[in-house]
């Protein structure tokens, strides 16, 4: 059986996106992977096809394998598509990002204190079109 296909932006947004919960997910791990991470979603901004690299690593280890597949799940290309019955929409989340590029972060409290980027520091609050 093929794995599946996934489009290659929503392989780098799930990168980015996993970074914030490593600690809680890997432990004392989460700082190796968070670099190895970083590293490759800089050489994705210089050009470089990662996507292969970042599955493979997100695929090394259980606790972030189901983490990126629940995230990547919606993302996964079919040849046919159709819809779940019912209502649905998004989850309103504001949504910050490091300007370099290689981090997000959803507030999904008012109360929750907001992280920095751990490979460039500050984070910036994304335009709304980039939010959802």
Same mark, same amino acid.
């Given at each position: 059986?093929?794995?599946p296909?996934?489009?290659p !932006?929503?392989?780098l947004e799930c990168a980015r996106s996993i970074r914030p919960a490593l600690p809680a997910l890997l432990g004392s791990e989460a700082a190796l992977v968070d670099r190895q991470l970083a590293d490759l979603l800089?050489?994705?901004k210089a050009g470089q096809p990662v996507g292969t690299q970042i599955l493979e690593l997100l695929q090394s280890d259980p606790r972030i394998r189901n983490w990126a597949a629940e995230f990547l799940a919606p993302h996964q290309i079919s040849?046919?598509?159709e819809p779940l019955a019912?209502?649905?929409g998004d989850v309103s989340a504001a949504k910050y990002v490091c300007p370099d590029g290689d981090y997000v972060w959803y507030r999904r409290t008012t109360g929750e204190q907001m992280p920095s980027c751990p490979t460039h520091g500050a984070l910036v609050r994304a335009n709304r !079109?980039?939010?959802m």
């Amino acid at each position: 059986m093929s794995s599946p296909q996934f489009d290659p !932006e929503a392989i780098l947004e799930c990168a980015r996106s996993i970074r914030p919960a490593l600690p809680a997910l890997l432990g004392s791990e989460a700082a190796l992977v968070d670099r190895q991470l970083a590293d490759l979603l800089t050489q994705a901004k210089a050009g470089q096809p990662v996507g292969t690299q970042i599955l493979e690593l997100l695929q090394s280890d259980p606790r972030i394998r189901n983490w990126a597949a629940e995230f990547l799940a919606p993302h996964q290309i079919s040849k046919g598509f159709e819809p779940l019955a019912g209502r649905s929409g998004d989850v309103s989340a504001a949504k910050y990002v490091c300007p370099d590029g290689d981090y997000v972060w959803y507030r999904r409290t008012t109360g929750e204190q907001m992280p920095s980027c751990p490979t460039h520091g500050a984070l910036v609050r994304a335009n709304r !079109e980039d939010s959802m």
